[in-house]
């Protein structure tokens, strides 16, 4: 099966409601909450009644799933290299500007004295990585001017990527491969720029886009040489670090990647 495109990405939330108070301070757009369908449940593996509360931002799409019989909260103790590690990038005209919004909305930093800009072997990006108050990591995203003809435009954007931490970068690469994603320029990103945006000493990171057919958005897959990345036992899809990816499928399901990641097909 061909995942051709993100339709969104799916997030677990203790409360909704306030959680999206603190996305719409970055410019997203909150709709109606809904209930999540018995069938959509018995898919995630959950019982009991679930909600999703959706947010839009420019094409891209957040829903804050929140569930009657809740998970485990976000693991305090998580490095930017651990497995579990999962990120939205946020593109932006203005990272320093969207920070401090953040910081005002209640979001905690990961990066160490703000945005950083990475050498241009590194991208060349101006980033800063941060968790929102339920401790999901984000990262807001500033591009070089006229380096991205797909993301032009004032204020916040959209959703650029979902990074994610992984043990064997090539055994994530073939499974990724197997399902139509083509594997884009690698790098190899390290240095104090590095570390300050990780909030990380001396980390070496290989990064390796992964691009579906159709993108904006598209993944990427950060292996940490060093420090090391910490395994996490398996998540359940009521947790509150199991962000999901999700796909427009031919069925409905729950796909995980060799490291924990989940990925939900719809229909």
């Not at 072997?121 to 006229?146: N, Y």
């Amino acid at each position: 099966m061909t995942w051709r495109a993100i339709a969104g990405f799916r997030l677990v939330s203790a409360d909704p409601e306030k959680l999206a108070g603190f996305y719409c301070a970055l410019g997203f757009e909150a709709g109606e909450r809904v209930p999540i369908s018995r069938d959509e449940m018995a898919v995630l593996g959950l019982t009991g009644r679930g909600w999703r509360l959706p947010l839009t931002l420019g094409p891209s799409r957040l829903d804050l799933d929140a569930f009657e019989l809740p998970g485990e909260a976000y693991p305090q103790d998580t490095r930017a290299s651990d497995v579990i590690f999962q990120h939205c990038a946020l593109v932006t005209d203005d990272a320093a500007h969207w920070w401090h919004r953040a910081q005002a909305a209640g979001a905690l930093p990961i990066s160490r004295d703000g945005p950083v800009t990475l050498p241009k072997s590194s991208g060349g990006v101006t980033a800063i990585k941060l968790r929102d108050p339920e401790g999901h990591p984000l990262e807001l995203l500033q591009f070089p001017e006229g380096s991205r003809s797909d993301w032009r435009g004032r204020g916040m954007l959209g959703i650029d990527h979902s990074a994610i931490a992984v043990s064997d970068v090539d055994e994530s690469c073939r499974f990724y491969a197997a399902r139509g994603l083509t594997t884009g320029d690698p790098s190899l990103n390290e240095g104090p720029e590095q570390a300050a945006l990780d909030g990380l000493d001396d980390p070496k990171v290989d990064v390796v886009p992964m691009n579906p057919a159709s993108m904006p958005p598209h993944l990427e897959l950060l292996r940490y040489r060093q420090p090391k990345g910490r395994a996490h036992a398996p998540l359940s899809a009521n947790d509150i670090a199991a962000t999901r990816v999700v796909w427009p499928a031919g069925t409905d399901a729950l796909v995980r990647d060799p490291d924990g990641h989940l990925h939900q097909l719809i229909r």
